[in-house]
């Protein structure tokens, strides 16, 4: 049977120690280490070479964060399951962007935890619903398109452009003064990040924005 080398940081001594009882009752479960602080982890990383780290996020020392980098820049291998009560944006996504394998709320049973370790040991991530919800969230705001950002009346002109139409043509096609197609295009430019009119109108195609005919 294989031995997962496990390691327990929390800066609440009740649940690391509650945690900790529970663990050692698990025959493939070896407890290498245990601290209250990032400052321990690191050194704990540094000494036994956990498999696996049960990591607080906040704690009095700084963050669990912190020592999430700090142990994989040297420890890669290192599985860090992040332990928490905390699930806010700017909680969640920092700890995931710093590494953490896994990430579950003090909410979760003993035998979840135990679980996501476990499934941790073999390369499976166990996330905790509430902060899938949250990355989500931040992929489909990340996936938004620059063109998003234009009104209704900047998006004709866009589609215009697209089309190759110079400013007196989309003036006629859209019924609107040539001052105003000049302030539409200017401000197109602006949200899109484009020079010139002709990277627009390659916005526009690579985006597969089309007039409607």
Known sequence: MDHIRLAVVDDHELVR???LSFLKTEKDIEVVGEGRSGKEAIQIAKRVKPDIFLMDLLMEDGTGIDATKEILSFLPSCKIIILTSYYDEEEVLPAIEAGAFSYLLKTSSAFDVLSAIRKAYKGE?????KVTNIMMKKLRNSEK??????TDREMDVLLCI???????????????GIKTVKTHVSNILSKLGVSDRTQAA???????LRKIK
């Open 17 to 19: 120690k509650g945690m």
């Open 125 to 129: 991530s166990v996330i905790e619903p």
């Open 145 to 150: 398109k620059l063109h998003d950002q234009l």
């Open 162 to 176: 697209g089309e190759g139409m110079t400013n007196q043509e989309i003036s006629e096609d859209l019924f609107i």
């Open 202 to 208: 390659v916005y526009a195609n690579r985006n597969n």
